[in-house]
């Protein structure tokens, strides 16, 4: 048994097609098999059902692929241990933020962050939430950072901040007549919403209880992609839509006027980096939770209101 057999398993789970998986680790795919095989052999076990297609890890191999991984794992930690607690911060760091959280949120720390550490170099991926959980679990991806609590074994959360979510709309009378909002005071016929993908729809579907008022007479005639897009409809049609904190910051003086924060406790959305469980590069973490930290310090409402986490 060799790491090149670990990491010829991982890659034949990961692609589910041997071709493929020994592509990715620049081999023949007769080499990648006969590796396979030659370990299958030595443990004496099946790990690849080849009868199916796409190649399927049996019950047995899921537990060796599970294995290996965490031995991969702590080989690249031990291969990092000496950079990670040097001041020589180097390397590559891959970094994925969600999309409602990425346009305000990257510009205010990455800059400084390269200038602190010029020796790193910084990867940065706007995806969902899923497709960040996928990455991490696949190490194509380092860093992420999202909407939490996820509640997920195979992640471990680093919380960063609370973020508020406010409601933005041009319905008068809720600008000129309420101070605060009650998430009761939405009209749902003419409430926005993101993309199913989204985790910000589903914490605003919890917020105004959609789950439990939904009926004939609710309808969403369309799901945007961006707040950015939610924003211009909500001009358009006069409606309501409800976004996070930091999206204020990008807003034109006549739409902040739009703005309206929500009655205590106040409805936040916690924001954290999310890791492997087995990603030990803790100085990394903190340095970049610090530099994240500090930078939306400005942005965030410091009063101190009741707040309680929207479930996602």
Same mark, same amino acid.
């Given at each position: 048994?060799?790491?090149?057999?670990?990491?010829?398993? @991982?890659?034949?789970?990961?692609?589910?097609?041997? *071709?493929?998986?020994?592509?990715?680790?620049?081999?023949?795919?007769?080499?990648?098999?006969?590796?396979?095989?030659?370990?299958?052999?030595?443990?004496?076990?099946?790990?690849?059902?080849?009868?199916?297609?796409?190649?399927?890890?049996?019950?047995?191999?899921?537990?060796?692929?599970?294995?290996?991984?965490?031995?991969?794992?702590?080989?690249?930690?031990?291969?990092? !241990?000496?950079?990670?607690?040097?001041?020589?911060?180097?390397?590559?760091?891959?970094?994925?933020?969600?999309?409602?959280?990425?346009?305000?949120?990257?510009?205010?720390?990455?800059?400084?962050?390269?200038?602190?550490?010029?020796?790193?170099?910084?990867?940065?991926?706007?995806?969902?939430?899923?497709?960040?959980?996928?990455?991490?679990?696949?190490?194509?991806?380092?860093?992420?950072?999202? %909407?939490?609590?996820?509640?997920?074994?195979?992640?471990?959360?680093?919380?960063?901040?609370?973020?508020?979510?406010?409601?933005?709309?041009?319905?008068?009378?809720? !600008?000129?007549?309420?101070?605060?909002?009650?998430?009761?005071?939405?009209?749902?016929?003419?409430?926005?919403?993101?993309?199913?993908?989204?985790?910000?729809?589903? *914490? @605003? %579907?919890?917020?105004?209880?959609?789950?439990?008022?939904?009926?004939?007479?609710?309808?969403?005639?369309?799901?945007?992609?961006?707040?950015?897009?939610?924003?211009?409809?909500?001009?358009?049609?006069?409606?309501?839509? @409800?976004?996070?904190?930091?999206?204020? *910051?990008?807003?034109?003086?006549?739409?902040?006027?739009?703005?309206?924060?929500? @009655?205590?406790?106040?409805?936040?959305?916690?924001?954290?980096?999310? !890791?492997?469980?087995?990603? !030990?590069?803790?100085?990394?973490?903190?340095?970049?939770?610090?530099?994240?930290?500090?930078?939306?310090?400005?942005?965030?409402?410091?009063?101190?209101?009741?707040?309680?986490?929207?479930?996602?």
């Amino acid at each position: 048994m060799n790491i090149q057999q670990l990491q010829y398993i @991982v890659a034949a789970d990961e692609h589910r097609h041997f *071709q493929r998986a020994a592509e990715s680790c620049f081999v023949t795919p007769a080499t990648l098999s006969m590796m396979i095989k030659k370990l299958e052999e030595e443990l004496n076990i099946i790990i690849f059902d080849r009868s199916k297609y796409p190649i399927v890890p049996t019950d047995i191999g899921n537990s060796v692929i599970e294995k290996a991984k965490t031995v991969l794992y702590h080989i690249k930690d031990l291969e990092s !241990t000496a950079k990670d607690n040097s001041n020589d911060m180097s390397g590559e760091i891959r970094i994925a933020i969600i999309p409602t959280l990425s346009p305000y949120l990257s510009h205010l720390f990455i800059p400084s962050f390269i200038e602190k550490y010029p020796n790193l170099r910084i990867k940065l991926y706007e995806w969902n939430t899923n497709q960040i959980i996928e990455a991490l679990n696949h190490d194509r991806l380092d860093i992420g950072i999202a %909407a939490t609590p996820l509640n997920r074994q195979e992640l471990k959360e680093h919380p960063l901040f609370y973020e508020e979510l406010v409601a933005y709309t041009t319905d008068r009378n809720l !600008t000129e007549n309420k101070e605060y909002l009650a998430p009761q005071d939405i009209n749902l016929k003419r409430l926005w919403l993101l993309e199913e993908d989204h985790c910000l729809r589903a *914490q @605003v %579907a919890n917020l105004c209880s959609l789950k439990n008022k939904y009926g004939k007479n609710i309808q969403f005639d369309f799901e945007a992609g961006s707040i950015e897009t939610l924003l211009n409809i909500v001009n358009i049609n006069e409606g309501i839509t @409800v976004i996070p904190e930091l999206a204020i *910051q990008s807003l034109s003086e006549k739409r902040k006027s739009g703005i309206k924060r929500f @009655v205590s406790p106040v409805p936040v959305r916690e924001i954290s980096i999310l !890791t492997y469980r087995y990603f !030990t590069k803790n100085k990394l973490i903190e340095l970049i939770s610090d530099e994240i930290k500090k930078a939306v310090q400005p942005y965030l409402n410091n009063m101190n209101s009741e707040k309680h986490i929207v479930e996602i």
